[in-house]
Nanobody
Framework: QVQLVESGGGLVQAGGSLRLSCAASGSILGIGAMGWYRQAPGEQRELVAAITSGGSTNYADSVKGRFTISADNAKNTVYLQMNSLKPEDTAVYYC?????????????WGQGTQVTVSS
């Protein structure tokens, strides 16, 4: 059994910063790609940022230059540093990891953490 636990969400004023963390635990043999997604009310879930096991990153155009994804492979943890936050960044943020366990490999999702940016 693999669990992803997120932390770091909250309420912040426009222009402020937050750092999200997502730690995986369980019978993990290895982790591949990791990513952060977000879903605003009435909207579809969208990719915010992703990082491969080799460290390559990609970002949604809307967050380029403001958000930074990073990973600590030894801790099975992925981070999302969010700077210069805007009200349109308000959403529930989810992490996702491609995890290999004994006998299977598939994506796991975190429970989501609310980020609210006030104007």
């Amino acid at each position: 059994q693999v669990q992803l636990v997120e932390s770091g969400g909250g309420l912040v004023q426009a222009g402020g910063s937050l750092r999200l963390s997502c730690a995986a635990s369980g019978s993990i043999l290895g982790i591949g790609a990791m990513g952060w997604y977000r879903q605003a009310p009435g909207e579809q879930r969208e990719l915010v940022a992703a990082i491969t096991s080799g460290g390559s990153t990609n970002y949604a155009d809307s967050v380029k230059g403001r958000f930074t994804i990073s990973a600590d492979n030894a801790k099975n943890t992925v981070y999302l540093q969010m700077n210069s936050l805007k009200p349109e960044d308000t959403a529930v943020y989810y992490c996702k990891m491609f995890v290999a366990t004994w006998g299977q490999r598939h994506d796991y999702w975190g429970q989501g953490t609310q980020v609210t940016v006030s104007s």
